[in-house]
């Protein structure tokens, strides 16, 4: 039974069916199983729609964006139907030449509760983010919610302290990371680990040093490099949530499509805090150098 502190979170891994419109068709079979099994949150994994097309700089993945307001109200009407609180993933075009990785959170009866714009936007090898989206103008601000306020977070954000810092300081009481985050076939084993223990490591700090919930929702599966210029990326699933104090309460597969689920206690938080004030103790008046690229010249 749950309680009244207590909010049933399900997050969806899969991997990309070969069209948009299986993958979305996928996603709403998903959900909906979420649902039944009781889940009130439910958490889909970054641009969850199509392929993660960011492997190669391609003018044609734009046409992606386009269809942001379909998107949106293809998955504000999954969420009316099934009863809960969505949070998705989606490519925005916002006008000519300007486009974003952007977050939608769609409340129990359809509505928009918010929008995240990711903030923090990489370049690197594989993962050419750049060259698609615009970084984020919405700050870092947290979503109330009817299960609870939410910060909304995407996959690169979660290497950086300093958003799930604001994110907590502001009033979210979870932080929730939709991810695209896998391993080239052509690295060692050794290496492939230690990129995934370090992507779990990092978020799982984020938990103890604020005190509450992390949540990353990751893909799942192989999917080519079209360009050719790469073979491509091997996703690593393995979306997990961690409470308060860093337990574990939830892992997924590296390799399996699954549901995975967990109760939020919105109490606990108030409880770990209470025996580790990290925030009460802060040193406010000393921390300007955070605000600086690089403090020795």
């Known amino acids: 039974m749950v309680r009244d502190s207590e909010v049933k979170v399900a997050m969806i891994q899969q991997s990309y069916k070969g069209s948009k419109a299986e993958t979305k068709n996928e ?10 099994e009781g889940a009130q949150l439910v ?19 734009f046409d992606y964006a386009l269809e942001f307001s379909a998107d949106c109200a293809y998955f ?6 099934c009863g809960v609180v969505l949070v998705s993933s989606l490519f925005e075009k916002r006008t000519a030449g300007m486009y974003h990785n952007t977050a939608v959170v769609f409340e129990k009866d359809g509505s928009v509760a918010g929008k995240y714009r990711k903030m923090h936007i990489p370049d690197d090898p594989g993962f050419y983010e750049k060259f698609y989206f615009t970084s984020g103008d919405l700050g870092f601000e947290p979503i109330v919610t009817s299960v609870g306020v939410l910060g909304v977070l995407v996959c690169w954000d979660q290497w950086f302290p300093e958003a799930a810092r604001i994110m907590t300081l502001k009033g979210a009481e979870i932080l929730v990371y939709p991810t695209a985050i896998g391993w080239f076939d052509e690295d060692a084993e050794e290496e492939k680990e230690r ?7 990092v978020q799982r700090g984020h938990s103890v040093a604020n005190g509450i919930p992390v949540v990353a929702i990751n893909r799942v599966g192989f999917e080519a490099d079209k360009s050719g210029a790469m073979s491509g990326i091997r996703f690593w699933g393995s979306s997990f949530a961690f409470g308060p104090q860093g337990e574990l309460l939830a892992l997924g597969s590296v390799e399996k499509e699954e549901i995975l689920s967990f109760v939020w206690d919105k109490r606990r938080s108030e409880d770990v805090r209470r025996i580790w004030p990290f925030l009460r103790d802060r040193r406010i008046d000393s921390y300007e150098e955070i605000l600086k690229r690089y403090c020795k010249e």
């Open 195 to 201: 990129q995934r223990e370090a992507w779990m490591a």
């Open 27 to 36: 996603s709403a079979l998903r959900i909906k199983e979420a649902a039944k």
């Open 43 to 61: 958490l889909l994994q970054e641009l969850h729609c199509c392929e993660y097309f960011c492997q190669s700089e391609n003018v044609e993945f």
């Open 76 to 81: 504000a009407q999954i969420a009316k139907e």
